[in-house]
């Protein structure tokens, strides 16, 4: 099921997501002369897409709307900056940690667009914070994450070693929550900066002079310079298929902030390996928010396929379910995940993360040394479980 992006519930969810009150103001005044704004649906955009926060910086003080309306606004926003400030508290406690111990850590995106490049940590929602280390510390930050309360996602008493080495190698991060203090953020523990396509080829050890130190609470961190922030978020997006508006607003954001020389950018994006994913992004940014594409950005030119990418990309930013919620949704972002790959051929993780997983291994429980048979036995744990259901 999907929605018309050009709905006056979609496009009020644009100009309030962009902190952009004149276009506001005009979206406003052509529902005031509508019948056929609901509320209900722009409040569910707002959540799907986790906009809320910004809305209620430009909807607080309208009377147009119902008092059931802003007072929801208005709750979760509230409950962002609570999650906020115990993020940040978090996250100073993590680094102190990683500083005493002589762990280097990259933080990703989270808090750190929120103070850089909303004025406020509070602004922008949040989920949750992203930290990578070397692998060769992983264990440690996982241990310190334990000491915190935290716990894995992963049920580690589910699997033996073989299929636990199987998870950390397909995959470039683990994620941990808090059982007990839901205002404790989630936090992703990264041994890899992304996954296996190839793209955004940073070198968090040869490339740290790309990297700048932000203060925070007293705190020193580590995070991208803005030119490869931008580019970083362009190729997160690209790799979830932009399937929160929240991701695609950040790079108006940093538009606004940032004074960008777009021929560096550029540059860059093609020594990180993502000039596609640059370009994808502003095709977007100017689709959704009307700000015109660089004229560098836009000497990259789309091809049939890059076309067909955008299709694909404005499906999940109109589609109401649940990411990859069906055996249809998941063919598409397969289809679509392999597109995006820059390597010569399919990295081994993603082959392998698509021949078994953990569901076989919970249908059926082998030992260590019969793993290689959950390879050609896929199919028919696929048509158990169909049948099973």
């Known amino acids: 099921m999907s929605y018309s992006a050009n709905s006056q519930e979609f496009q009020l969810v644009l100009s309030c997501s962009a902190l952009d009150k004149n ?33 209620f910086q430009l909807l607080k003080d309208e009377s147009f709307f119902s008092s059931s309306l802003r007072s929801q606004i208005e709750q979760l926003a509230q409950a962002n900056q609570f999650k906020a400030i115990a993020g940040l508290a978090i996250q100073v406690r993590l680094q102190h940690f990683f500083q005493a111990n002589g762990i280097y850590a990259i933080y990703m995106k989270g808090l750190f ?13 949040l989920v949750d914070i992203d930290v990578w280390v070397e692998e060769k510390f992983f264990n440690q930050g996982k241990s310190f994450l334990h000491a915190l309360g935290y716990v894995s996602t992963l049920d580690h008493s589910s699997f033996n070693q073989r299929q636990l080495n199987f998870i950390h190698q397909c995959n470039h991060d683990e994620i941990f929550y808090h059982p007990i203090d839901k205002n404790a953020p989630v936090i992703e523990l990264h041994w890899k900066l992304r996954n296996a396509l190839g793209n955004f080829m940073f070198d968090p050890i040869k490339e740290q002079d ?10 020193a961190f580590s995070v991208f310079k803005h030119v490869d922030q931008f580019i970083f978020l362009c190729v997160h997006g690209a790799e979830h298929g932009w399937f929160k508006l929240k991701w695609l607003v950040d790079l108006v954001h940093l538009n606004k902030r940032i004074h960008y020389h777009w021929e560096i950018v550029v540059s860059r994006a093609k020594e990180l ?46 589609y109401k379910g649940a990411f990859c919620d069906t055996g249809k949704e998941k063919l598409f972002n397969l289809l679509y995940t392999v597109s995006l790959n820059r390597r010569p051929v399919l990295a081994k993780e993603l082959l392998l993360k698509n021949l078994t997983n953990t569901t076989d291994w919970l249908t059926l429980p082998l030992p260590s040394s019969l793993f290689f048979l959950y390879f050609p036995l896929r199919p028919f744990l696929w048509v158990y479980r169909k049948i099973k259901s």
């Open 23 to 55: 276009r506001t103001v005009e979206v406003i005044k052509k529902i005031s002369n509508s019948t056929t704004f609901d509320e209900d649906e722009f409040l569910s955009l707002l959540k799907r897409h986790h906009l809320c926060e910004l809305a």
């Open 273 to 318: 390996n993502s000039q596609r994913e640059l370009r994808l992004a502003w095709s977007l940014v100017e689709e959704f928010y009307d700000l015109s594409i660089p004229d560098s950005i836009a000497e990259i030119k789309l091809t049939t396929i890059d076309r067909l990418r955008l299709n694909y990309i404005r499906h999940l930013i109109n």
């Open 113 to 125: 667009l929120s103070h850089l490049y909303y004025g406020d940590i509070g602004k922008r929602n």
């Open 210 to 219: 790309k990297l700048m130190q932000v203060e925070m609470n007293g705190v």
